[in-house]
């Protein structure tokens, strides 16, 4: 099959093409409360190519491997279409071949783990939420994804690869009066089943939290300095900094391209942020990405100046940078899109302390509860919070979203902690012009920061 | 009956079939140029078997996959016992969601959709990094039962969407359509993007309060997410929806009124039944702020000893399809328009806010009723516009801040965001918490 697909991008009367086939399998294991939901496998194979000809580009996606041959053809002859219009010829950066197997061997292998034993663990760690009795209901899920993939492309690189994710997740819902609460858990969220195993404390842990905010009171709107542990930091720098360095949003945009020059200074010089698909065990490491480009790491601020940022082989040729090896699909119905591997913000010399004293009246906000982005807009919410009184940490707040710009933001970054820890399990959507992707292999890590001023909304 | 399921029969007690087949074709401008075009071909199914009581289920894209049956079957010797059957044998409501026209379109048609606005708007906004799009699909949704459902369905959807970050911004205007049949962008919708991207040509803060705030048609998801939410039976069955023993009591302000309308005629998610084969039919959640029903797939249904509503539907917050699990779910929801211009709403406002989006939504507790967003639009001072909205957030809970809403414009436009396509007027909440300057 190999040969066949390379055949067929070769012959193509392109500037350059690719063909990824792939065979992909999800578990889902879903608990619902008390209720089993779901005991559900999903099989997915096809194949995507994409094609630049004539300074255009076209893309498609096929069931049929047979057909591969003249949906290229097709796809070629939109490109061309597309190419014919463009008086700005897009075109890719050159990258090496590589000819080159990337399997994966986890220290304890999902898929040669039984049905009943994922089973019988979503099942355990659901049962001991419900045993508390503030619990009303629970979400708790076993999610395995693995994919085997062949990409060839029209330079001449043959390469086969594995994906592999799994990790145990779900929201603990918790009730007194008319006070419902949410807490989230998750763990794994790499290639291997071992971490699964023996984490009970760490439920626990969650269940006292989401327990504890059924007392807590709404957070204040206005504007606060706040300390934002590792998990809301991971979350901070993935949406308002990580998703403006992917050069495919930049691409077209010339306001923030202009604005983004490397070189310039974003933050003080305490603010170090990296991309680095190579860091082992995380739930965005990676080998090879979706175009045949080695994963590495990237830094995309040293000592608060820009100094780089995530590409396309596409937008690396537009913007005259090196590659980076960002380029990702979810899967087979997905173009590669650029996204962050796992996105860092390096260790300071503060402590959680020293920041916290340094606080008259704003908030201490943990946990990660998802986020968006617009531009330099972001917004993201936190699991919980304490507010901080005369640099002390005081009672426990709920209800929590917080926004800013960008630039300000970063700027407003005045200590970073020496305490960094990654997320375990990842997690990204975006959609870059198509559909939304969700990208469970995107990690998060960071020290808790200070921030100055954010804009909290609350009662 | 498809093979698929004549295979299953021979294997397990019952057996349901979804399956769907789709052609795309999908073309993308950015900054007034040609980017990309999309062409996909998708076949996808799943199938869920009943045997000795238990539920099992297993998905396929591109599904000519050894083991798809034998997946399922083994789900359901794991699974929890099920109280319900699948769909039997059933009427369902007519339906018009095929048009030929579109199911011809190729790349070049939708190429000729772009190239018109992109002439247009090029002339007077020549410096936007204006990004235009245009789409159509065609495809044929087939749910059958071994207890003799057999819902089919062919269907075609062409939309086009066009949209640019205001100068220097993160935020910006983006406007769009979808039908069954082709779309082309007429003038009124051109000229409303032109004078809402010149009005955000500055930025305005207000000041921390609270203020009173339209929700544009754009922006009703954050009203009706929270109310999807809450009226959803699975929710009301876990008993962690605030509507919970509501039933029949006043929830919103009086000139309110909801429908869950899956029927709405020319609209791309209009659907005669659901993903489990059970007919749809148009209904009154909310009349005049009352509380009128919850919805119910067959699972919740049976949980909560009532039929299902005909929202079993494959949809989640972030994502539908073959793979999602049912839930009770909106098809189509729609609030009834008013009788007042949005214009004159807007001149009647001494302060307040003009809301277009709400962004980090999905991050609150909206189950509960409650949204704290950063808000995009704009600023009203003494009945005009002011500016674009910078550095400000909303928040608040619809069953305190819905309960006194002035006004409904008569005027509707789509809403989505999360929710399958409706449509939704301006409407008017006296006030919401502020968090700005």
Not at chain 1, 274 to 303: F, H, K, N, Q, W
């Amino acid at each position: 099959m190999k040969s066949t697909f390379a055949n067929i991008v070769s012959s193509l009367p392109a500037d350059y093409a690719d063909l990824r086939f792939e065979e992909n399998r999800k578990i889902r294991i879903g608990y619902e409360g008390k209720e089993l939901t779901e005991v559900a496998t999903t099989l997915t194979s096809g194949g995507h190519v994409r094609v630049y000809a004539h300074g255009g580009k076209a893309i498609s996606s096929f069931s049929d491997p047979g057909k591969a041959g003249p949906i290229a053809d097709a796809t070629c002859t939109s490109a061309i279409l597309v190419g014919n219009s463009r008086d700005k010829k897009l075109r890719v950066a050159s990258a090496p071949v590589i000819t080159e197997d990337f399997l994966i061997t986890p220290v304890r292998d999902p898929r040669t783990v039984s049905l009943k034993e994922k089973l019988d663990l979503t099942a355990h760690y659901n049962d001991i939420i419900l045993q508390n009795p503030h619990v009303i209901t629970t979400q708790t899920m076993y999610d395995e994804f693995t994919s085997r993939r062949i990409f060839v492309n029209s330079d001449g690189s043959i390469i086969e690869y594995e994906l592999i994710n799994v990790g145990v997740f779900g929201m603990i819902v918790t009730k007194k009066g008319s006070v419902v609460q949410r807490v989230r858990f998750a763990f794994g969220g790499n290639t291997d089943f071992s971490p699964l195993l023996g984490r009970e404390e760490d439920v626990r842990k969650q269940i006292t939290k989401a327990v504890e905010l059924l007392d807590a009171e709404p957070a204040k709107a206005g504007i606060f300095p706040v300390v934002l542990d590792p998990s809301e930091s991971g979350v901070f720098i993935h949406e308002a900094f990580g998703h403006l360095s992917e050069a495919d949003g930049l691409q077209n945009n010339p306001s923030f391209r202009a604005k983004l020059q490397l070189g310039i200074t974003l933050g003080k010089p305490i603010l170090n942020v990296t991309d680095d698909a190579t860091l082992p065990g995380l739930p965005g490491s990676y080998e090879i990405d979706d175009e045949g480009v080695r994963g590495m790491r990237t830094p995309l601020i040293t000592r608060g100046v820009l100094s780089g940022r995530m590409h396309s082989r596409e937008t690396a040729a537009e913007f005259g940078e090196p590659l980076s090896g960002n380029m990702r699909a979810v899967d087979v119905q997905c173009t590669p899109i650029v996204r962050m591997s796992n996105i860092l913000i390096e260790a300071g010399d503060s402590t959680f302390d020293d920041m916290v004293r340094s606080i008259d009246n704003g908030y201490y906000l943990v946990g990660a509860k998802g986020g968006q982005t617009s531009g330099d807009q972001f917004t993201f919410g936190a699991q919980w919070g304490y507010r901080i009184v005369n640099g002390q940490l005081g009672n426990m707040v709920r209800d929590i979203n917080m926004s800013g710009e960008l630039f300000s933001t970063l700027q407003a970054t005045s200590m970073i902690g020496d305490d960094v820890r990654f997320g375990e399990r990842g997690g990204c959507g975006k959609g870059g012009g198509g559909p939304m992707q969700m990208n469970r292999k995107s990690g998060k890590g960071s020290p808790h920061i200070k921030i100055d001023a954010v804009t909290i909304g609350g009662i | 009956m498809h093979p698929l399921l004549e295979n299953a029969k021979r294997t397990v007690d019952q057996a349901e079939m979804y399956w769907n087949q789709s052609h795309s074709i999908v073309v993308r401008y950015e900054n007034y140029r040609l980017q990309q075009v999309t062409e996909n071909d998708v076949s996808e199914a799943s199938l869920r078997v009943i045997q000795n009581g238990k539920i099992g289920s297993a998905y396929a894209v591109f599904p000519n996959q050894e083991g798809f049956l034998d997946n399922a079957v083994t789900g359901a010797q794991y699974g929890d016992p099920v109280s319900y059957s699948f769909a039997g044998k059933a009427d369902y409501p007519k339906l018009d969601n095929y048009s030929e026209a579109t199911a011809q379109l190729k790349s070049s048609d939708l190429i000729e959709v772009c190239e018109s606005i992109k002439t247009k708007l090029q002339k007077q906004l020549p410096d936007v990094a204006l990004g235009i799009g245009a789409s159509c699909e065609r495809s044929e949704l087939t749910i059958q039962t071994t207890q003799g459902a057999n819902a089919t369905s062919k269907s075609t959807g062409a939309s086009f969407y066009f949209g640019a970050p205001f100068k220097g911004a993160g935020v910006g205007v983006f406007k769009s359509r979808s039908g069954i049949a082709p779309q082309v962008a007429d003038g009124a919708l051109l000229d409303e993007f032109i004078t809402w991207y010149n009005w955000g040509n500055q930025s305005s803060t207000p000041s921390t309060g609270r203020l009173p705030v339209i929700l544009a048609p754009e922006a009703a998801f954050l009203m009706m997410m929270p109310l999807l939410a809450g009226v959803s039976g699975e929710a009301a069955w876990k008993k962690t929806s605030p509507l919970t023993q509501r039933l029949g009591e006043k929830i919103l302000s009086d000139k309110l009124t909801i429908y869950e309308n899956p029927l709405l005629a020319g609209n791309t998610d209009a659907r005669a039944f659901d993903d489990e084969g059970v007919p749809c039919a148009k209904r009154a959640i909310v009349e005049r702020g009352i509380l009128k029903e919850f919805l119910f797939d067959q699972r919740v249904g049976a949980a909560m000893s009532t039929p299902s509503t005909g929202n079993g539907f494959k949809r989640t917050m972030f994502g539908s399809g073959n793979e999602t699990s049912i839930s009770p779910w909106f098809c189509c929801p729609t609030i009834e328009p008013g009788d007042t211009s949005w214009h004159d709403i807007v001149k009647g406002i001494k302060e307040g806010l003009l809301i277009t989006n709400g962004m980090g939504f999905h991050s609150g507790n909206f189950p509960q009723g409650q949204f704290a967003v950063q808000a995009v639009g704009f600023h009203i001072i003494n009945g005009a516009v002011v500016g674009r909205l910078d550095k400000t957030m909303i928040s608040g809970n619809i069953y305190q801040d819905c309960l006194d809403v002035a006004a409904v414009s008569r005027d509707v436009g789509l809403c989505s965001g999360f929710l399958p396509l409706g449509t939704a007027p301006y409407v008017l909440i006296d006030s919401l918490q502020v968090a700005g300057k």
